[in-house]
């Protein structure tokens, strides 16, 4: 019997399904009904609900709710800091079945390489993952990468099972401006689906990337930002990561009116945020608990993003869709006590069964060796740009502060919590760098560096002593990337990501566990930030307004230009 006569013999009842889950009732995402009755499904597929069925395997689910698999639906799973095969085993127990990636910050390091191993991968995962094409890479001029992408080169990989589309096109003023390597992509995913990244943008700018064929945009940082994106035709997805904290701006736009048009996604959280907090059940259980109906969370969790994405085969549990299934004990409360990913149980037999295979992109920092002058801040003006961290946001404040010029440098200042920032280009490109000034760390010694530095991944550091950010800066070299915590000229802890300088090979659970002892270690210091790692690397992006950093100097984000 064919695949497809199974379907249908096993949804009328005339042969025994593969596997039922018995007992429980199902949430339909459409009426917001529960319906009472089995789940009868066939290999991948769901082909029946709302009946009594017989099954060659039967799973009691009693007394608990199944809702569909939650779709994260914009992520980089490097900025996890694990593979994506420990990303699988980390969140997919949670009830997310479906992540759709963009493998940027890998391809920002090894190019094209880099995209090809998150495709091989996806198909080797429990978890579906789906892996956009990255669109700038670069992100823009302003910055040294180690890679750069055409639209000539996102050719070879279009195709693939795990494709939707372009992944989010950051340079928003090169699609509002036209610039030519940016409209060829553009017309190269001309009808296709073409993820969005504007912050901020509004009025007739928005109209124009909009125009553009961008669909969905996962920037707003307020109700009002959303709402215009949202009346334009946007698909808006709410974002709740380690560092973006959005959810609870948006909140309140989030209804059963406007739930068809919103979704859900991290962008991104790390090991340690999911083990304390959650994943998108943390976003689900938080938004009930602020008051949005459940039927409008769950609905954005998979039905909406399952239709923003054009992905027809799920977001629901009904016949002939994907049997991705989360059963929960209580909606309100979302902790998932069994998940089925197209119809896998999802268990430690389910993870071993996979074959991984190994990660790419070693021996990828190739760093010049500094010294303690090279973070001199020279000038001759005391007027001075700097950085103003938002906690909870990747935007930034653009400061002006006077800072004193003596012997032709201007130092750190803890009194006034103004830091050095430095970014120190680490692909073998030029040896530039570049030094500026933040506040927002509240350090009183030390430094802290990272080659997880959006999107180019340089080698960012940010301290109150010259010596212990030279220290720092040539220690995460020495271990091919990673995190750095240095005081006094003595390491007080560090994690090695040598995949690319950005993830490691570790179980997440040893992952989790480093990155304790580097919040402490970074406390230790004086810092009162409490991601200050992820929230370093974001300093460096320049396509998130006001102020930013790059090797090419400080940039100021709505201007588009380097300014010093």
Excluded: W
């Amino acid at each position: 019997m064919s695949d497809l006569a199974s379907r249908i013999a096993q949804g009328r009842g005339d042969a025994p399904a593969d596997l039922v889950l018995r007992g429980g009732q199902v949430l339909d995402l459409v009426t917001g009904d529960l319906i009472p009755g089995d789940v009868a499904i066939c290999g991948d597929r769901i082909v029946g609900t709302g009946a009594d069925y017989e099954g060659r395997e039967v799973v009691d689910v009693s007394g608990l709710t199944l809702v569909p698999g939650f779709i994260d639906t914009h992520l980089h799973i490097e900025s996890s800091l694990v593979t994506p095969f420990e990303f699988d085993r980390c969140v997919t127990p949670r009830g997310v079945t479906t992540a759709i990636c963009d493998p940027h910050e890998i391809a920002n390091v090894i190019g094209p390489d880099g995209i090809r191993y998150f495709q091989e991968a996806s198909e080797r995962t429990v978890l579906d993952i789906k892996v956009q094409l990255s669109s700038c890479v670069p992100s823009t001029e302003m910055e040294t990468a180690g890679a750069r992408i055409e639209a000539e080169d996102l050719a070879p990989l279009r195709g693939h099972p795990s494709g939707i589309g372009l992944a989010e096109f950051m340079n928003y003023p090169g699609v509002i401006y036209r610039d030519a390597g940016v409209m060829a992509k553009l017309e190269a995913f001309e009808g296709g689906h073409i993820d969005g990244h504007c912050p901020l943008l509004s009025g007739k700018d928005l109209n124009a990337y909009v125009a553009a064929g961008i669909r969905t945009e996962h920037e707003a940082t307020s109700a009002e930002e959303a709402r215009e994106k949202l009346q334009k035709g946007m698909r808006v997805l709410i974002r709740e990561g380690s560092v973006s904290k959005d959810l609870e701006a948006l909140a309140p736009l989030l209804t059963e009116r406007t739930a068809p048009y919103m979704c859900l996604c991290t962008d991104d959280r790390n090991p340690l945020d999911i083990a304390e907090h959650g994943h998108l059940d943390y976003m689900i259980r938080t938004l009930i608990a602020r008051g949005v109906p459940p039927l409008a969370v769950y609905r954005a969790a998979s039905l909406s993003a399952a239709e923003a994405f054009g992905l027809k085969d799920r977001g629901l549990i009904a016949p002939g869709l994907r049997a991705d299934i989360v059963a929960l004990p209580s909606l309100e409360d979302c902790r998932a006590e069994l998940v089925f990913c197209g119809g896998v149980r999802v268990d430690a037999d389910a993870f071993a069964a996979r074959k991984e295979i190994p990660a790419v992109g070693r021996a990828s920092v190739h760093a010049p060796r500094v010294t303690a002058e090279a973070f001199r801040a020279g000038g001759n003006r005391e007027e001075t740009d700097v950085i103003g961290i938002l906690e909870g946001k990747i935007l930034t404040e653009h400061l002006r502060e006077v800072i004193p010029i003596r012997d032709g440098d201007k130092l750190p200042d803890t009194a006034r919590d103004l830091m050095r920032i430095a970014v120190v280009e680490r692909h073998g490109k030029n040896g530039n760098i570049a030094t500026g000034f933040v506040r927002g760390f509240g350090l009183q010694k030390g430094a802290i560096a990272s080659t997880v530095c959006h999107d180019h991944h340089n080698i960012v550091c940010v301290g109150a002593d010259y010596a212990d950010l030279a220290h720092a800066t040539n220690r995460v070299a020495e271990i091919e990337g990673g995190f750095v915590v240095v005081a006094g000229g003595e390491v007080l802890a560090e994690l090695a990501l040598p995949v690319a300088g950005l993830m490691s090979e570790a179980p997440f659970e040893e992952v989790r566990d480093a990155l304790v002892s580097l919040r402490a270690a970074a406390r230790s210091l004086g810092v009162t930030l409490e991601e200050p790692f992820l929230q370093l690397a974001f300093l460096a992006l320049p396509v998130i307004p006001a102020l930013k950093i790059t090797d090419r100097g400080m940039v100021d984000v709505t201007r588009f230009e380097i300014i010093a």
